[in-house]
């Protein structure tokens, strides 16, 4: 479904140049999720991520536009782009991010699953 709906948004958006979202690959493993995230070309000073309501937000700042230059040809973006990922209730304290060659990886532990308690109501 989230697969379809991000297709239906991608051709919906199509020719506007203000869409382009950050590529991502999620990845569930045994005890955590680990989101991949391309960055080509950007600097982890101009990366904030954050967790918020069960939704992991990547947030990348525009590049500083050189304005004492004359470009004959520019085709490289210099928009701000977000991108947030809901991924439920997780462990918020376990969160680790790096980057290395283009590339942010997030890695979120999974809280473990809570054993249920059965509470017995007594009959007045």
Known sequence: M??????????????????????????????????LANLPGVKKE?????????????????????????????ERENSEKKRQIYLGDIEVKNINAKMADGVLTVTIALKEPEEKQIHKIVIE
């Open 46 to 74: 101009n990366v904030e991520i954050s967790f918020e309501n069960g939704y992991l937000s990547i947030f990348v700042k525009a590049n500083e536009a050189k304005e004492d230059v004359k470009y004959i040809v520019k």
């Open 2 to 35: 989230y697969n379809e709906m991000n297709n239906l948004f991608d051709l919906l958006t199509k020719g506007f140049n203000s869409y382009d979202p950050i590529k991502i690959d999620l990845i569930q493993g045994d005890n955590n999720y680990v989101v």
